[in-house]
C-alpha cells in the first residue's frame, strides 16, 4: 500500500487475515456465500462461453471482487437506485441471483435485459433497483447522484449507489459529482472498487497514492476504507453508512480494495500485459479470494460442509440450465431495431 494506509486503517497484510464469523449468524454468511458462488460460478461460465466463441461481445468480469457487490447489495432494497459500468456483472447479480437475463443479453436474444441490443456493458434490471449500466467509465455516477437528488427532493427513502474503479476517480465527473453531492446533501454511496487496475496500468504508475477516499475527505464526504475480499467487513461498514445516508440524506464513500481474478478483460489472465500485473502478485491475490476465506472461516460449522456441496451443486445446475435457455431464446426481429432505438414520433412523420 502507501503512505496513506496508517491514516487509513488497512494494510496489506489486513488481505490475509482470517474473517471471524459467529455462529449466530450462519445462516446471514451461507447466504452471502451462497451469491458469492452463484456469481462466480456464472462469470466462469461466461469467461468459458466467450473463449470458445458463444458469445459475440467483450465480457469483463469481476470474478475475486464479489464480496463488495454482495456485502453492499444485503443492506440495499430494490427502490435504490444501482449504478454500475463496464465491469457489471456481480453488481446485477448480487441484487438479483438470476443470470439467465444477463445470459440472454450477453448471446443477444430478445429475452435479455437489454432486450439483447446492449450486450454485457449495457445492463438493466428495474424490478431490482439495478438502474443501469454503461461502458464510459464514470459515466453512470452523476446518473446515481441525479437518483439521490431526485428521492430527496420527493422525500423518499431511496438513495442512489455508484459503483465505479479506481480508474474511474481518474475522470473529472467523478470529483463533480463528489462536490455535488456533498455540497446539496444528496443521498448516495459512492462505491470505489479498488482493484488497483485501469485496464492493464497499475495504479502505482498512474497516482501518487492508491487511496481513493482521500478525494472524498476533500470533498468533506464521510469515507472508510475496507478489505473488500472480506464480505462481512463490507456489509458491515456498508451497513453503518447505508443507515446514516438514509437518516442524514447525505452522501457517503466506501473504497473497497480488490483484485481481479482474470485479466481486464475476457477470459485471459494478463499476466505481464502491460505494467505491474505479475504472477506472483495474481498468485497471492488468489490465496485472499474472497469465496475460499469465507469458506475457511465457516469450516468448522457442523452443517457447514454438507449444505455447501448440496449448494454448488445445485448452482451449476441451475446456471447451465439458464444458459441452454437463453441459447434457444430467439434473436430480436429487425423492427425492433428501430423500435428499441428511436422515437416513435420520428417514424410516424416518415423520416426514416
Ligand atoms: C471515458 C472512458 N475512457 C476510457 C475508456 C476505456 N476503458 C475501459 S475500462 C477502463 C479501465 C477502467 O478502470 P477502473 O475504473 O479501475 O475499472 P476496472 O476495469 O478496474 O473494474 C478504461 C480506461 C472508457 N471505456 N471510457
Ligand atoms: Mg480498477
Known amino acids: 500500500m502507501d503512505k496513506f494506509e496508517k491514516y487509513f486503517g488497512l494494510v496489506d497484510s489486513d488481505f490475509d487475515s482470517p474473517i471471524l464469523v459467529d455462529n449466530h449468524d450462519f445462516e446471514i454468511h451461507f447466504k452471502h456465500l451462497e451469491t458469492m458462488i452463484l456469481i462466480r460460478f456464472t462469470e466462469n461460465l461466461l469467461a468459458e462461453k466467450r473463449k470458445i466463441g458463444k458469445i459475440g461481445g467483450p465480457v469483463h468480469l469481476a470474478a475475486g471482487q464479489e464480496a463488495i457487490a454482495v456485502g453492499?447489495?444485503?443492506?440495499?432494497?430494490?427502490?435504490?437506485?444501482?449504478?454500475?459500468?463496464?465491469?457489471?456483472?456481480?453488481?446485477?447479480?448480487?441484487?438479483?441471483?438470476?443470470?439467465?437475463?444477463?445470459?440472454?443479453?450477453?448471446l443477444g436474444r430478445s429475452t435479455g435485459l437489454s432486450k439483447g441490443f446492449g450486450g454485457s456493458m449495457h445492463l438493466w434490471n428495474g424490478k431490482s433497483g439495478f438502474s443501469g449500466s454503461v461502458p464510459i467509465v464514470s459515466g453512470t455516477i452523476p446518473l446515481a447522484v441525479g437518483t439521490g437528488l431526485a428521492s430527496k427532493l420527493r422525500g423518499s427513502e431511496s438513495i442512489g449507489v455508484a459503483y465505479f474503479g479506481d480508474g474511474a476517480m481518474e475522470e473529472g465527473v467523478v470529483h463533480e459529482s463528489l462536490n455535488l453531492a456533498s455540497k446539496l446533501e444528496i443521498p448516495i454511496l459512492f462505491v470505489c472498487e479498488n482493484n488497483l487496475f485501469s485496464s492493464h496500468l497499475h495504479i502505482n504508475e498512474r497516482q501518487?497514492?492508491?487511496?481513493?477516499?482521500?478525494?472524498?475527505?476533500?470533498?468533506?464526504?464521510?469515507?472508510?476504507?475496507?478489505?473488500?475480499?472480506?464480505?462481512?467487513?463490507?456489509?458491515?461498514?456498508?451497513?453503518?453508512?447505508?443507515?446514516?445516508?438514509?437518516?442524514t440524506r447525505r452522501p457517503a464513500f466506501l473504497e473497497a480494495f480488490t483484485?481481479?481474478?482474470?485479466?481486464?478483460?475476457?477470459?485471459?489472465?494478463?499476466?505481464?500485459?502491460?505494467?505491474?500485473?505479475?504472477?506472483?502478485?495474481?498468485?497471492?491475490?488468489?490465496?485472499?479470494?474472497?469465496?475460499?476465506?469465507?469458506?475457511?472461516?465457516?469450516?468448522?460449522?457442523?452443517?457447514?460442509?454438507?449444505?455447501?456441496?448440496q449448494i454448488e451443486q445445485d448452482i451449476k445446475i441451475r446456471i447451465v440450465q439458464d444458459w441452454e435457455k437463453a441459447e434457444s431464446d430467439p434473436f430480436p426481429s429487425d423492427s425492433e431495431l428501430i423500435s428499441n432505438v428511436l422515437f416513435s414520433d420520428v417514424r410516424d412523420q416518415n423520416v426514416i
Do not use: C, M
Open 259 to 309: 483484485y481481479r481474478l482474470y485479466g481486464h478483460v475476457d477470459w485471459r489472465e494478463d499476466i505481464d500485459v502491460g505494467v505491474g500485473r505479475s504472477s506472483e502478485d495474481l498468485n497471492k491475490w488468489k490465496s485472499r479470494d474472497p469465496i475460499k476465506r469465507l469458506k475457511k472461516a465457516l469450516d468448522g460449522n457442523a452443517e457447514f460442509v454438507e449444505k455447501l456441496a
Open 208 to 247: 501518487p497514492s492508491n487511496f481513493n477516499a482521500r478525494f472524498a475527505i476533500a470533498h468533506q464526504i464521510e469515507s472508510r476504507v475496507v478489505d473488500g475480499n472480506n464480505v462481512k467487513s463490507v456489509a458491515n461498514n456498508a451497513q453503518e453508512l447505508v443507515s446514516q445516508i438514509r437518516n
Open 72 to 106: 453492499i447489495s444485503s443492506v440495499l432494497t430494490e427502490k435504490d437506485y444501482v449504478f454500475s459500468a463496464h465491469r457489471s456483472h456481480a453488481h446485477l447479480l448480487a441484487l438479483d441471483p438470476n443470470p439467465y437475463g444477463l445470459f440472454a443479453e450477453v
